[in-house]
Structures are given as C-alpha cells and as structure tokens.
C-alpha cells in the first residue's frame, strides 16, 4: 500500500523552522518582537540540475553533504534574528577591520569544519578505539577467519549506535536544544496534517504526531545499520589507521544506499515496513517535543510560504533583517554615484553616532542600508534619516527589554510545565499502585 507524501522536507532552526519544498525554500522565525519573519529563496529544482542529482544512490551522496552545509547555513542565518541591534564584540570588530572578511562567514566555515570533525571522531574512530581496546582485553585473534572479522565489525558498528543514541539523549537534555527539539516537533506536525488533506491550522497540525517516516533522525539511524552492512564486507585490518581510511572512503557509498532505502520506506505503509522503520521513529521520541501553539504557527507560515513560491515563481523574495559587514554597506552606497565622504556621513548619520565614532563601527543592519540608500538617492532627506534611524535604535531597545521579559516568563512557564509532567506520572504511578494492590486484595479473598 503507497502511502501519500509531499516533496516538503524540513529542519528546525534557531526559534523558527525551514522547509523545503521543490523550487523554493523558506525560514520563518519569531523575532524578538513576537513577530514571525520569514527568508524566502527560489532554488533550482532536482530536474534542472545535472543528472548526477537524479541517478539512484549517486543522488544520496550529493543530498547528504548538500542537506549538511544548508543546514549549518540556515540555522546560523536564524541566529542572525536575534544579534538585532547589539553591538559586535571587541574581537569581531578587530576581526573585520584587519582581515576585512565577515565574521558570519568565518563562523559558518568554521562551525562546518568542527561539526565535521566532530561527526567523524565520535562516530568513526571512537567506535574503533572501543572495539580494538576489547579485542586486545579479551585477547581475540580478529583476523583468525571471515566469521570473526565480520562478527569484530558487528560489535563495532552496535558500538557506534549506543554511542549515537547516546548522544541524541544527552543533547536532548540540555534547555536550547529542548527548544531546537520542539520546532522539530512543530516542523513534522505541520507536514502530516497537509499529508493529511487537513486545513493548515494550529489546531489541526497539533492533533498530528511529531515523528515522520522522513525525517533526518530516521536516516541517520538506517545509516548507522547500512554502514554495519557495508563495514562488516571489508574485513578486519590490523591497522587502526586502515580501517579508518577505509570507512571514510565509503562514507558516500553508505550515504547513497541509505537515502534510497529511506525513499522507499516513507513510499509504504504496511507490517513489515512498519517493524522496519520502528527504530528510527523511536529514536525520534528523542529528537522531538510537543510544540506550543506559536511553534506550530512558526511552522505553518514557513510551510505555506514553500507552498506559494512553488506554484508561484514571481512571487518576490525576502530577506531577515540581518547585520552586514560595513565595507560591503560603504560599496553599495557608493554605487549611486556619492563620494566617498559623503558615504560616510550617511553611515555615520543612518547609525545615530557622531563623525569621529566612524571607525568604531563593523557591521550595519539591513533596514538601515535601505534608509542610506534612500538618502543617497535623494528620495528622503538628511534629517528623515536621522530621525528614523532613532526610531529603529528605539525600538531595538524597546524589543530587547520585551525579549528579556519573554525569556523569563517562558523559564517559569517550561519549569512549572516540567513539574506538572513529573507530578503527573506520580500521580499515575501512585494510581497504578493502588490499583495493584486493590487487585490483590481482591485475590486475597
């Protein structure tokens, strides 16, 4: 039995989530205002691109590397939001005026590397260390037969799934990432009541569950068993070094199978493939949480924005309010054929800070190139500049104080939700007792 499914796919982010859909994509996240903000781009659809991205596993390969560094990317950009109006730390300043670079774009470059990094320590040469420290323990001769070799390979990849789960369960405890957890929640409520044929309301997605065949958490699972398969083929090495080699080299080859078998999977709903998806959507109990009601409208707006621009391509993009390094603000002001000088009051003007600070500033806002932009066109005056750029500053302030306010209600809010869940199971395990013993009670007579 074929089961319906959409071509949207999703990743919570920073206070928002992203979907994607066919030929557009969209982030919508909650400012500090309250308000949902919405980045929306056109992308090329799978068909437009070379056909490598169309060939069966081979597709995998490039979804999987492309899936992470857009990912790394967008929940950066949600990040963005919230930097707001505050001010660059001493180092940020002094990274963008000597190496005249943007500090977002070393960040992400880092963030990738490390994440990268991290994925492959814990993953891939950790599991090994354990199960070479074990053969050495016990004594065992791993390359005495092809049984033994494969059966060192097994125990190596049951390693790397506790090691996984494991990490899942830790990172799920920590307060930002609950948060991260409950967008994802959101994020897959969403999609199941479209899949659903349901109106798109909050009310409707919060009857949804908040797992999915789908989702990521699921893949990386059916790609911790494609790599046992794959790894058990290669035999046992001696060598640490070797067999690390060797499993990276096939990282793409476990990447490209795995992505078929989850296509196939989330295509049919049946017994078997129910038991076969089982371990994955369990894993996703941890890796998702029951969104409030402004998540799910979080959700909402960033799905039905994919959905517009996809049946729409004239429909224009958008961009968050994000900072921008200076230099980049001073080129595009000079682009409208002002002097160089004449840049600089504008900036210095557009900012609310005298002539002389100049030089302390790094990066500029978005709304605030557009107010500059205006004045260097002549299309608003020197003092409507200055007096909505003190407008902005006010409001900047204005939305911090409010944040600041959030955050603390939304602390006790989620530690008296926390206290009602744990009073609720005792109050169920206390009833569960009672109701044993009345069982036995009445046995006894």
């Known amino acids: 039995m074929r089961k319906k499914s959409v071509g949207i796919g999703g990743q919570a982010v920073i206070e928002g989530v992203m979907m994607r859909g066919k030929r557009s994509m969209a982030t919508a996240v909650r400012d500090e205002n309250g308000n949902i903000v919405v980045e929306s781009q056109y992308i090329k659809p799978v068909e437009e691109k070379n056909f490598l991205f169309r060939t069966p596993f081979l597709r995998g390969v490039f979804n999987f590397f492309g899936t992470m560094v857009s990912g790394v990317r967008t929940l950066m950009r949600s990040g963005e939001v919230f930097d707001g109006e505050q001010e660059p ?24 590397i490390i994440g990268v990094a991290l994925s492959v320590g814990l993953f891939f040469f950790l599991p090994q260390l354990i199960t070479t420290g074990i053969i050495k323990l016990f004594k065992i001769n791993a390359q005495a037969n092809a049984g033994v070799q494969i059966g ?28 991260v957890y409950m967008y994802h929640g959101a994020e897959h409520k969403t999609i199941s009541c479209y899949e659903h044929d349901l109106e798109l309301t909050v009310e409707n997605a919060q009857k949804m569950t908040t797992v999915h065949d789908r989702c990521g958490t699921t893949f990386m699972f059916i790609t911790m068993v494609v790599s046992v398969l794959i790894f058990s083929l290669t035999g046992w090495s001696g060598q640490l070094w ?31 493939v129910r038991a076969m998806k089982a371990p994955g959507l369990l894993l996703q109990k941890l890796t998702t949480r029951q969104p409030d009601d402004g998540m799910v409208e979080v959700a909402i707006v960033a799905f039905k924005t994919v959905l517009a621009m996809d049946d729409d391509p004239n429909l224009p993009e958008t961009k ?126």
């Open 242 to 272: 070797v067999r690390f080699l060797i499993r990276l080299a096939l990282i793409p080859v476990v990447a490209g199978v795995s992505y078929e078998v989850l296509k196939f999977l989330a295509k049919f709903d049946n017994p078997l």
């Open 152 to 179: 060192m390979n097994l125990l190596e990849g049951f390693i790397r799934m506790l090691i996984f789960v494991a990490y899942i369960a830790l990172t799920s405890m920590m307060k930002d990432i609950k948060r």
């Open 89 to 112: 730390s001493k180092a940020e300043k002094w990274f963008a005026k000597t190496f005249k670079v943007d500090v977002f774009s070393v960040v992400m470059a880092i963030s990738v």
């Open 320 to 445: 968050f309010d994000t900072k921008m390094l200076k230099r980049k603000v001073e080129e595009q002001l000079l682009l409208t054929g002002i002097t160089v000088d004449r840049a600089k009051e504008l900036i210095c003007k557009g900012m609310g800070v005298p002539s002389e600070e100049y030089g302390h500033i790094s990066h500029i806002k978005h709304s605030r190139l557009q107010l500059m932009l205006a004045a260097a066109k002549g299309e608003i005056s020197d003092e409507e500049l200055e007096e909505k750029a003190k407008e902005l500053k006010d409001k900047a302030e204005e939305a911090r104080r409010a944040n600041a306010e959030v955050l603390k209600e939304r602390d006790g809010f989620e530690s008296d939700r926390e206290d009602r869940e744990t009073e609720t199971e005792s109050g169920s395990d206390a009833a569960k007792a009672d109701e044993d013993r009345d069982g036995d009670g009445e046995k006894d007579k």
